[in-house]
Structure formats: structure tokens, C-alpha cells
């Protein structure tokens, strides 16, 4: 399925209607396949010891549905997270950036349901595991 | 269930193992049967309109469901979560705090769950539902 | 909230759109802030030791999330589930009924939200919980 | 991660753990990698129009992880699966059985998690998709 949005456009996009989180994600890669994004550290969401708190492993993976849903479906500003189950299987490891990579299982007319996997850079067993339903809003 | 660390203890033992979200809630209630727990305004956490956003009524949730069990198991720092289903159902209130009732379900040796409902205070429908796990270290 | 369909018309109409569980659930109470439902001892559902199953488990709140939406929306036969979250926390009692309490948390145009807690019959604590989701055709 | 029981010594050992679901499921691969199940054709479980019901895709997808799991740790009678989160995304197509592909995310000392896609067989898009949390005995 072709996208509607790419990644520059994207990145705009989300520092426009999400000012709060400006330089805490970052995209690395968004195509028809997957898109990858980067929670970029930030002192903010560390536990002691260096890893990367609960909440900021939520965030990384709602936006990340959110812009896996918005790519396909175009800019819907009243688009909305209704349902987020997460697993939270290892400790992310200190000092290094987490990734999410989302695969977007279903894209219905009023919701779609997303499949993110979380990363620390550079190992292969993931650290959390979420699954997102967005409510996309009916057209005009 | 005796509580084996009221109130006025938590909060301090709060500030103590998560100095990054000190002022971010409070207790309103804690004792044997419910956790009443408050997200305070912060600007970090809102959305464009002034409501409060979703990775916040996570960490909201996620701080209630740690606060309630360990005020029956007692100080056990690695004490983590390993589930969250968290349902958003309604737009919380601009300009109000969100409030969390936190029940725990069940307290077993190794695992807790938690059941919490979220609430623009001052209003009686849940603004979301969650349901979360903490595993409880083995006792030495 | 007033209901569109009381308890022995729902008996009827479930024995109407799903006679493939005939004879394995009853209504005990159905009002406008609870429902009551029963699985009925059937030994297709029982595990070693006279304990009833998961899916057993998953089947009743799944029909008990359905009942407590159609009783407040009326006869819409192409509702259908769209998540379900549930804990298993205790083995139920052997020999025992299985009791679900069903709460619906939200009434959306196009989905509904409902708490489901399981309990054997007689005890207090909950063998299970669960929140089902199920989205609403839109109306004609 | 070598496997403890193979997929032949597994079905014999599923007929003698649960008698009671003798003949609804079959092994169609069984590796390290992934594990596929099929959902056997039977009348119970059928929706009017002849689609599968959702209890019975839960009930694949309960026993797609546990298999999953057990292939792992061996025998061990008494894990128990402790929360499932489950999307149903599409109707199943009638007359096709149902398919379930099954990956152990996280094998730890107490808790197993298992993603699980389930698919009309023939049919790329996946009908619900699952994750499920086993809790593993402690060993003697």
C-alpha cells in the first residue's frame, strides 16, 4: 500500500501537532514494509542506572503506531490511541537508544491495529512488545 | 490486608527510587481497600486543547499499580512491570487533574495485578481502564 | 441508562444467533448497572480435576461483554468483538459454577468498553478478569 | 534454542493432557523458529455463515502458546497461561481452517511470552493476532 506520508514530511508533521515531544523521536526508516523509530535519550525518562523507564517505552511505542497509521491513511488530526496492551520482557540495555520497528496489521475504515516490537541498538532479542488500536475518525 | 507502608512513607520512598518524576503525583488516599492517586498539571504532559496525553495517563496508571503493591508487599526495588492493557475512553477533562483508583486484584509470591480506572476529577465515567502486572522478586 | 432488551428476551434471542451454545450459559441478573451470567457446569469445559478451562473462561466473559452492550444498544446481530484482555489469576473452585460480573465501562457510537470479573461461585476473590471490546456497525 | 519435545511426541502428549480437546488440533510445523497449528474443522465451533467463533480462535491461540512453550522447558504440567491480549481483525473465511504461527518472545525462569498470528489457511492477511504469558513453575 503506497504511502501518503514519507518520512521528512512525517517528522515535520509530528513536531507541528506534538511541540511537547520536539527531539525525542526520531525516524530512521518508513516504508510500505516497516517503519523504525528511535527513542533518542534524553535524561528525562531514565531510571537509575541508565535504562529506559516504562512510560517512555509506552510513548515510543504509541508514536510509532501513530505514525505508522497517519503514513497510510493521510493527516487526520482527531485520529486517537482507544486500546495499547504491552509486555515488557527485558531490560532495555544502558546507553543505548531503543528502537521500535511497526508493522501495521489492519487498516480498517475506522480503526487500525499495530504490531511494535522494541529494541536496544544493536541486540536482537526485543525489550518490549505492544500491540495499538487507533480510532480513525469517519470521513466527510 | 495490613499495608505495610502508609501514605506519608510511600511518597517519600516515591521521591527516593524515581527522583525524575518528583512532582508529578501525589496520594490522595491509601489504605486497604483503595489508592486514590493524582497526575498534577505539568505543562510537559499536555496536549494541544490542554488535555492530559495518553503517555501520561500511562505513567499515572503504571505509578498507582506500583504504589498499591508495594504497600502490601513492602520495599522490594526490583519489583517491575510486565504487563499493561490500558483502554482510552474518553477525552479527559481540560483543566483538571486526572485522578487514579488503584485495586489490587490479586497478590501472589511472584506476580500483582492491578486493576485501575482513571478519572477527569470531578467527573464520575472513567476517562480510561487499565489492568497491570508487577512481578514480585523471588524472597531471599 | 435504560435497556432495550430485558433478561428473558436476551435468553431467547441468544438461543436465536448462537444455539451452539445452547444450554451453556444463564442470565442470573440484568440490570442497568450489572450483569450476571452463569456458565453452567458441561464437562467439554472442564480440565483434569474438575477445573473450568481458559478458554471456557474467555468464552463466558466474551458472551457476557456482548449481553451487557446488546441489552443497552438492542438487536444489532453484526456486533463483534474487536480485543479482549484478560487475567487468569486463580484455578476456579472444582465442582463449582463459574460467575461473571460484567460492567460497561463505555457506550460509544461505534464500540463499547466492558469490565468482566469471574468468580466460582461462593468466593470472593476473582479467578479472572477481563475488558472486551466491541465495535458497533454504524447505524442506517 | 534446541527443543525439548518434537512434534510428534508433542500431540501424544497433548491427547493425554487434555482428552477433552482430542481431534480439534493438529501440529503442522514444530522448529525452533515457529510453530504452526491448525484449528480442525468442527461443527461446535462455527458462527452462523460458517466462519470460526472467536472463543475457538482463542483457544488455538492458548494452545499454539503452550505448545510453543512447552517445546522449550519440557514437560511441566502446572504452567498455566496467566493473561492473553487478543485482536480479532477479520472474519475467517468460511470453510478454511484456521492456522495459528506461534513465536516464544521471552523464555525466562518463570514466564514464558508468545506472539501468536492466526490466518484462514490461504490467506496472507492475518485474522486476530495474540500475544499470551505462561507462568512457568519454579523448578525443584
Known amino acids: 500500500m503506497a504511502l501518503k506520508i514519507e518520512a521528512e514530511e512525517m517528522a515535520a508533521f509530528l513536531e507541528e501537532v506534538f511541540p511537547q515531544v520536539r527531539g525525542m523521536f526520531a ?14 535519550g534524553d535524561e528525562r525518562h531514565l531510571r537509575p ?34 486500546h495499547c496492551s504491552i509486555d515488557f520482557m527485558r531490560k532495555p540495555a544502558a546507553g543505548r537508544d531503543v528502537l521500535a520497528e511497526a508493522r501495521v496489521l489492519k487498516l480498517g475504515r475506522s480503526l487500525s491495529v499495530t504490531d511494535v516490537l522494541l529494541f536496544s541498538e544493536g541486540s536482537p532479542e526485543p525489550v518490549a512488545h505492544a500491540s495499538l488500536t487507533y480510532a480513525i475518525p469517519p470521513a466527510r
Open 49 to 82: 542506572g541508565g535504562t529506559v523507564s516504562g512510560p517512555a517505552m509506552f510513548s515510543l511505542a504509541d508514536v510509532a503506531a501513530y505514525v505508522a497509521t497517519m503514513a497510510r491513511i493521510g493527516r487526520q488530526a482527531l485520529t486517537v490511541t482507544t
Open 27 to 40: 525516524i530512521d526508516r518508513l516504508d510500505e514494509e516497516l517503519l523504525v523509530m528511535r527513542l533518542l
